[in-house]
């Protein structure tokens, strides 16, 4: 991949998150992993009106750079790729979703897209300090097993095998959110939805 398509790669999934909703102006951050760097987007950029500058490159193991920007949340986004085979990281705050968190431990997937998404459920995280070396251990740990991690009061991280489907699991924890308070406030059996067939035949 050229320097100029990872751009509008990451420009592309930048603008869905933003105009999707799940980003306000100046939230979230995005990466990849390309062999032995990392790609990150600075921090306080806006996801979707990312310019050339606005891609960090963070080459070998070693903390970036001051100079460089990265997104403050790069020991996130390290600790994943250094736990699992991952290829590309999205953080984000969507609203119900981060809701949800408020009040429930996990989000269990009721669809046929989130469970082929998400698998079973998003586990919900809960950090003292939700940001930086503090959060990475313990985010890293959490994604065992999983493909988004909701994180109590800051926002979802989701894995992926690309950037894309990355945002694409992202949304789907939004979505997810969406129709798992309608279902409730409609009187359904959330745990009954959760164990029909069809979900277990999506995975």
Not at 65 to 82: D, G, Q, T, V
Not at 93 to 121: E, F
């Amino acid at each position: 991949m050229t320097d100029k398509e990872r751009l509008e790669t990451f420009r592309r999934c930048g603008r869905a998150l933003f105009w999707g909703g799940l980003n306000d102006s100046h939230s979230g951050n995005l990466s990849v992993r390309v062999k032995d760097s990392l790609w990150i987007t600075r921090t306080g950029c806006m996801l979707h009106e990312l310019v050339a500058k606005d891609l960090v490159e963070v080459a070998g193991d070693p903390p970036p750079r001051p100079e460089l920007r990265a997104s403050r949340e790069f020991p996130a986004h390290r600790a994943l790729y250094r736990a699992g085979g991952y290829a590309a990281v999205v953080h984000c705050h969507p609203p119900l979703a981060l809701a949800w968190a408020m009040v429930a431990d996990d989000l269990v997937s009721l669809t046929v897209d989130a469970r082929t998404a998400l698998g079973p459920r998003v586990p919900v995280l809960e950090a003292a300090v939700a940001h930086g070396e503090a959060l990475a251990g313990m985010l890293a740990k959490a994604m065992a097993g999983h493909r988004a991690v909701l994180v109590r009061g800051h926002g979802v991280f989701a894995v992926g095998d690309d950037l894309e489907q990355a945002t694409w699991r992202a949304f789907q924890v939004e979505r997810t959110a969406q129709l798992t308070v309608a279902a409730r406030g409609l009187g359904a059996d959330l745990a009954g939805l959760a164990a029909k067939p069809y979900l277990a035949a999506s995975e």
